[in-house]
């Protein structure tokens, strides 16, 4: 999203990201960022609470404004619910980038910078 961001921004354009991982959304030099702390797939907050997610959004548009340097992060003033923590927000099965990052956790970083292993790595 940070690469269509930059071609948007030089269009004119102000945009932000809503991320709930802004290390890695600052590292494609996405112009701002409004880092949420909820979990993927719930990242404006749960089903059904239009109030809350209302101003999850109204709260990263007003970050819009107070972010003049490029790749700034605005830590958004939302905590994870309780009623979020009974959720079962876990993938019925391991993706299997997870499994192989178990088994070859040195390879973290390769994949952090984009360097996929050839397909010659063993799984």
Known sequence: MG?????????????????????LTASVSAPRIAAIGYPFGL?????G?????????LAALAA?????????????????????????????????IAKYLIRHPWHLLNFMRREIPSS???S
């Open 64 to 96: 819009v404004h107070g972010i003049s340097t490029p790749g700034t992060v605005c830590h958004l003033p939302f905590a994870l619910p309780e009623s979020m923590s009974a959720l079962k927000l876990d993938p019925p099965e391991v993706p299997p």
């Open 49 to 57: 609470d239009d109030a809350g997610q209302r101003a999850a959004l």
């Open 3 to 23: 690469l269509v961001q930059r071609e948007i921004e030089a269009a004119g354009f102000s945009t932000i990201s809503i991320s709930n991982i802004p290390d």
């Open 120 to 122: 010659s790595v063993k």
């Open 43 to 47: 990242t404006l907050g749960l089903p």
